[in-house]
């Protein structure tokens, strides 16, 4: 996981930058607009990038390596150290999503009031079979956002929004699973009626060969499903809890996937794995504090990664759909981690969570909490 880094050299008024970037194109138009030159004049390499999944894309460090060639007249390299990585990069959308939903009581579902606050649009539109429904997108992250929104600088993090709005859709779908007493599963498929979704939830039910069952249950068992990049997507999750100290172990999770023509099935199933051990992160762990203006996290001491010994086993179903071109592959699977181990939690404990990261701290709070309404 290599910092952000970038060489530049200046030689009259053409100049070449090499940078770990994901964003080539617009850092040649951003170094050329900081250096007064002609965009054709900036040739920007790209070796490989260590660690990108939008968090490369701003490019800071290519523009002051260029600036600072300029100056000296000599080749700069720009290398931030993890500290000012972690102060100078920008940082997923904070986000709040509210949403009003019912049903009949056989659990059909009727109503959906669904607004979604400086995350993005992407993934907030529902595929369930509602009639009376209506979605908003408020200040979108990026560009369109209400100035002064974030008190930080905010850019693109895997899947940019989808995972927000996955994971409150579907921990709100399971709730009212929950409330009409239906499984699940089972719940979703009443109100389906797109045959894709069905086609990869069916999947991924009979893959994981679980018995039908209203949460909670004790199983420890989640589902969650959603669209990215015009693949549909569902995850299965078992999970184990220890209430005593909060901590969430995530055994197995299985994953069908509908991409349509599947070019590189060893490669889609990579990317799935690799979005399922990133997820975690998301899900479990990763967040940034902050005190003030100050930062708190400056590392992976404190900011903490998934590592190895966290991941479960992990299965994955390509759902034959050789009449739809090729989809997206590469973000899909994570939009899912969040909602798939929260509504798992639920099934195990009863405690429903409504924020990310699912900490130790949080996981302890939603039980007292589920605890106080037992009395």
């Known amino acids: ?58 490019s800071a460090q290519g523009i002051e390596a260029a600036k600072l060639a300029k100056l000296t007249g000599r080749p700069v390299q720009v290398a931030w150290s ?15 999503v509210k949403i009003k939903s019912g049903m009949t009581k056989s659990g059909k579902m009727t109503l959906w009031d669904y ?23 408020l200040g979108e992250w990026g560009g369109g956002g209400e100035p002064g929104a974030h008190p930080f600088a905010v850019g693109p993090w895997r899947a940019p929004a989808n995972n927000t709005n996955t994971f409150a859709r579907e921990s709100q779908v399971d709730s009212m699973a929950s409330k009409a007493s239906i499984d699940p599963v089972q719940f979703r498929l009443n109100n389906l009626k797109d045959e894709r979704m069905r086609r990869v939830l069916n999947a991924v039910i009979e893959k994981s060969a679980l018995a039908p069952a209203k949460a909670p249950s004790g199983r420890g068992i989640g589902i969650a499903c959603g669209i990215d990049s015009g693949t549909y997507v569902a995850l299965t999750a078992e999970v184990e809890v220890d209430e005593k100290s909060g901590s969430v172990r995530v055994k197995r999770i299985v994953c069908a996937q509908d991409m349509g023509v599947v070019v590189n099935p060893q490669g889609a199933v990579i990317q799935i794995e690799g979005c399922i051990t990133m997820g975690l992160g998301y899900a479990l762990s990763e967040e940034i504090h902050f005190k003030g203006g100050e930062i708190l996290d400056k590392n992976f001491d404190t900011y903490e990664l998934p590592r190895f010994s966290w991941l479960p086993k992990i299965e994955s179903v390509l759902v034959k759909a050789d009449d739809i071109s090729p989809q997206g592959g590469g973000e899909p699977a994570i939009i899912c981690m969040g909602a798939v181990i929260a509504n798992a939690i639920y099934d195990a404990t009863g405690a429903r969570l409504l924020q990310l990261p699912m900490t130790p701290e949080r996981v302890k709070q939603a039980l007292a909490a589920r605890a106080a309404r037992l009395g």
Do not use: C
């Open 1 to 58: 996981m290599e910092t952000h880094t970038a060489v530049a050299k200046v030689e009259g008024d053409k100049v070449t930058v090499w940078a770990s970037t994901q964003t080539p194109f617009p850092l040649q138009d951003q170094v050329a607009r900081a250096l007064g030159v002609a965009s054709e004049n900036v040739r920007v390499m790209t070796p490989f990038v260590g660690g990108g999944f939008g968090g490369k894309s701003a």
């Open 115 to 137: 607004a979604v606050y400086f995350a993005g649009s992407r993934g907030s539109q529902h595929f369930y079979d509602i009639p009376h429904h209506s979605t908003v997108a």
């Open 82 to 96: 993890r500290e000012e990585e972690f102060f100078y990069d920008t940082f997923r959308p904070a986000a709040v």
